[in-house]
Nanobody, 121 residues
Framework: QVQLVESGGGLVQAGGSLRLSCAAS????????MAWYRRAPGKQRELVAG?????????????KYADSVKGRFTISRDSAKNTVHLQMNSLKPEDTAVYYC?????????WGQGTQVTVSL
C-alpha cells in the first residue's frame, strides 16, 4: 500500500525558514513526479513546487515553482529513498497554509495528509 508521510511543518516568524519532508512507502520504483501543494484558508489548493525524476537518458531532474515562491523555496528529492523535501526560506505570512505532498507515476496519484505551516509577523 502506497503511503506518504509528511513532516517538518510548524510555526515560524516572518523571515524564518522551515524544511518539509515527505517519505513515500510501498513503492519499488523511481517515481515520475513529486510535488508540494498548499491550501491557504479560503483559497484553492495550488502547486508550490514540483520535481521530476532523473533517468539514464535525462540525468538531471527538472523543477517547477510557483511565481510567489521562486528564489525562496527549493525542492529536492532523494529517489533512492523516495523522499522529497521543500526548503522554505524568507517565509512570509502569506505562505501560511496546509502543505501537501503529492506523487504521480502513470495512473498512480497519492496525497499526503498535509502539514500546517504558519508564518507570524
Amino acid at each position: 500500500q502506497v503511503q506518504l508521510v509528511e513532516s517538518g511543518g510548524g510555526l515560524v516568524q516572518a523571515g524564518g525558514s522551515l524544511r518539509l519532508s515527505c517519505a513515500a512507502s510501498g513503492i519499488g520504483f523511481n517515481i515520475d513526479t513529486m510535488a508540494w501543494y498548499r491550501r491557504a484558508p479560503g483559497k484553492q489548493r495550488e502547486l508550490v513546487a514540483g520535481i521530476t525524476k532523473s533517468s539514464p537518458g535525462i540525468p538531471k531532474s527538472s523543477t517547477k515553482y510557483a511565481d510567489s515562491v521562486k528564489g525562496r523555496f527549493t525542492i529536492s528529492r532523494d529517489s533512492a529513498k523516495n523522499t522529497v523535501h521543500l526548503q522554505m526560506n524568507s517565509l512570509k505570512p502569506e505562505d501560511t497554509a496546509v502543505y501537501y505532498c503529492n506523487i504521480e507515476h502513470g495512473a498512480l496519484s497519492r496525497w499526503g495528509q498535509g502539514t500546517q505551516v504558519t508564518v507570524s509577523l
